[in-house]
């Protein structure tokens, strides 16, 4: 299963740079798509999310950006601080399949002081 | 802020028992889900369950598995038999709607089958 990927498993970034994640889909008819955070031994925590009839969500120093010709969807921290080191993972919601999730295989951030 | 909680936090349970994984979704929450992960794996997601029936399912979720909702606020996630394959971390998620509303995942439960 195929359908989200993250091409990077990992990501390195200096405190106070900015931080990209990026996320690639295969199907069109995706719904939302959201972005999670999980530490270890925890549950994924929700992020940030955008309706597929936008391009551009933002939150705080979150922004989701959604290219929908290229089925690119990206995370921008900015600035990014040492708390933010985790995993994050893209998701897509189907709401003709009970809203499920469809999830990437996560990027592991570590942001260094 | 509210949120979803699992118990128990770890279940280890030998081949071919049954176990029960318990869950309290957010209290407004109407639509609940089952997901698991497998070490090194994605997420996968098993089951979404509204108004006290299953809206969709996955080919993971074969006839070993079941979800109730027995009460007001638990949610279970019941495996008849297990096998090996089945040592998971399994998480519950909860949401208000299942359009443009973000699900919230308590911290799993992490299954191991001996």
């Known amino acids: 299963d195929q359908q989200v990927k993250q091409n990077s498993p990992s990501l390195s970034v200096q405190e106070g740079r900015i931080s990209i994640l990026n996320c690639d889909y295969t199907?069109?008819?995706?719904?939302?798509f959201l972005w999670y955070k999980k530490y270890p031994a925890e549950g994924p925590t929700f992020l940030i999310s955008i309706s597929s009839i936008k391009d551009k969500n933002e939150d705080g120093r979150f922004t989701v950006f959604l290219n929908k010709s290229a089925k690119h969807l990206s995370l921008h921290i900015v600035p990014s601080q040492p708390g933010d080191s985790a995993v994050y993972f893209c998701?897509?919601?189907?709401?003709?399949?009970?809203?499920?999730?469809?999830f990437g295989q996560g990027t592991e951030l570590s942001v260094k002081p | 802020e509210p949120e979803v909680t699992q118990t128990p936090s770890h279940q280890v349970t030998q081949m071919g028992q049954e176990v029960i994984l318990r869950c309290v979704p957010i209290s407004n929450h109407l639509y609940f889900y089952w997901y698991r992960q497998i070490l090194g794996q994605k997420v996968e997601f098993l089951v979404s369950?509204?108004?006290?029936?299953?809206?969709?399912k996955s080919e993971i979720f074969d006839d070993q598995f079941s979800v109730e909702r027995p009460d007001g606020s638990n949610f279970t996630l019941k495996i008849r038999s297990t096998k090996l394959e089945d040592s998971a971390m399994y998480f519950c998620?909860?949401?208000?709607?299942?359009?443009?509303?973000?699900?919230?995942f308590g911290d799993g439960t992490r299954l191991s089958i001996l």
């Open positions: 998701a897509v919601a189907i709401y003709n399949q009970g809203g499920k999730l469809i």
């Open positions: 199907n069109s008819m995706f719904d939302y």
């Open positions: 998620a909860s949401s208000w709607s299942n359009y443009n509303q973000p699900q919230h």
């Open positions: 369950f509204y108004n006290n029936e299953i809206s969709e």
